[in-house]
């Protein structure tokens, strides 16, 4: 692959660019690009002019540039996080209907929750989980139940990893973790929004491994937490039997 | 950028070779990658290889290579397709759940419908449009609906490449365009599935231009239709006003 003489490659430089976009920042100029990115300002308009030519981003009216519609397009056809939204998405609408509150599809990714999918209810209690957004394994109710159904090691290498920040949040975690296994769920006050509790069930497979958790974010003062674990539950384990009756 | 002996670059490969994926086709052996994407043989392994170090691929257990988390993670957490769909996401529940049928948004893109997020009831009428799925603009009521309500240039210039094909499904096109523009909403009966109808609104711009469009599919023989095409018109005016409040 060609190298720059600073020793980066074109995919170097190309996965950079494409990194240097964030909910916050979805579109950039090319200088604030190339700054972000960490690539000399002349090789940005080379390589976006060469990306935008390709569909892996685009130009808007005003100059910027955004992820592009091609590439959103080829990703979201055919990547395989798709595969476990598409058989929960029915699940998450039922839990949605049933309890009325947002619900969202989450998996674990380099010590930290990732969210695939979000059904929310407008006008309900606050939820920071935004699609393809990351959270702290540790501080969220999703996190939990990942954890706590992962293979010992991962438990253990997050904890060796984090171990000052969880200390902040959990007196015990291990007995946190053995807690959540026994039931079958986490519960977690007040993420981010002091006012709300969010609930999660871990979507599992035939060896009792969480591939994904599902989760509940509800007012924290509110009667319905009882309910919305029940339906939690039933849905998790609905999406989990769909799983593995898939051929493989 | 740097070119093969045929002129390819870097970007032209990986391009073709994310390309190669699809929703049949979402995960292949490096051969089949390299046959699919054109690209030779031993550049494929290389470039792949080095993909996946980026999390661009990724590799799964049989060896089988597929567009990786990582991109999925930047696409889903930046593209633009997101803003228009995270408007719409509430309206669309709001829809399935009066109607209780599955709903879709989707974008008019090169002469065909893009579908960018889809609602889903299982057990209710089949529905062909998948997320990041493709179909024919004249064959679907949110395709008509999407001419219908674009600048006069592009029902035109659809006209002159499809005429051929058009004129198999449509004795008038233009009279039918005219017909959904003065309704407000367009019908489509048995698109693939004979079944069915589709009905579609447009999401409009302060021009009256279709930004993109709202779809339903419900039951051909049922007389759900009117009520169904009455929620959908009410949640798409819905999302055209929550747009067109948006700070610029």
């Known amino acids: 692959m060609a190298n720059s003489p600073s020793g980066d490659s074109v995919l170097d430089r190309l996965v950079r660019i494409l990194g240097a976009f964030s909910a916050q ?22 390589l976006v002019e060469s990306m935008v030519s390709h569909g892996l981003l685009e130009r808007r009216d005003n100059g910027e540039v955004a992820v592009g519609l091609g590439l959103w397009e080829i990703v979201n056809r055919s990547a395989s996080a798709n595969d476990l939204k598409t058989i929960a998405m029915p699940f998450m609408e039922d839990v949605n209907q049933v309890v009325q509150h947002s619900t969202q599809l989450s998996i674990l990714v380099e010590d930290e929750v990732l969210v695939l999918e979000r059904l929310s209810r407008p006008g309900h209690a606050v939820n920071a989980a935004g699609i393809a957004k990351r959270m702290p394994l540790h501080r969220t109710s999703m996190g939990m139940v990942l954890l706590a159904f992962s293979a010992p090691h991962v438990a253990e290498g997050f904890m060796q990893r984090h171990g000052t920040e969880i200390a902040l ?40 491994r969480a591939l994904a958790a599902m989760g509940i974010v509800v007012p924290r003062e509110s009667d319905q937490l009882p309910t919305a674990i029940a339906a939690l539950r039933t849905a998790a384990r609905g999406i989990s039997r769909t799983l593995s009756n898939l051929p493989a």
């Open 25 to 46: 920042h979805s579109a950039l100029t090319v200088s604030a690009l190339a700054r972000r990115a960490n690539v000399p300002r002349a090789t940005a308009y080379r």
């Open 169 to 208: 949040y959990h007196q015990d975690f291990r007995r946190s973790l053995d807690h959540i296994r026994r039931n079958g769920y986490a519960t977690f006050d007040g993420f981010i929004d002091e006012e709300t509790t969010g609930a999660a069930a871990p979507i599992l497979d035939n060896k009792n």
